[in-house]
């Protein structure tokens, strides 16, 4: 996979880029694992914190689906 760069918003959750798509997204779901925001309830929502806000486009909550989409708004 080709490393892309990684936007400021994101660097916060992830670390410094470029890095492959597929790096970004372990690297997410290591940090709403280590911060526990993944919903009790639905599994599959994921409850943003401060940083993650700014990534999901100022969303409280997005399902895993969405999720890619609006990180992939993040690198280039």
């Known amino acids: ?12 959750v992830v670390g410094k880029g470029p890095m492959p798509r597929s790096e970004v997204v372990k690297a997410i779901w290591v940090y709403i694992k280590k911060n526990n925001l993944q919903d009790k ?3 599959r929502n994921i409850n943003a914190d401060a940083a993650l806000k700014k990534v999901f486009g100022g969303k409280d909550m997005v399902n895993m689906f969405e999720m890619t989409k609006l990180v992939s708004a993040h690198l280039s």
């Open 41 to 43: 309830v639905n599994k």
């Open 1 to 12: 996979m080709k490393p892309l760069n990684v936007s400021a918003d994101l660097a916060a």
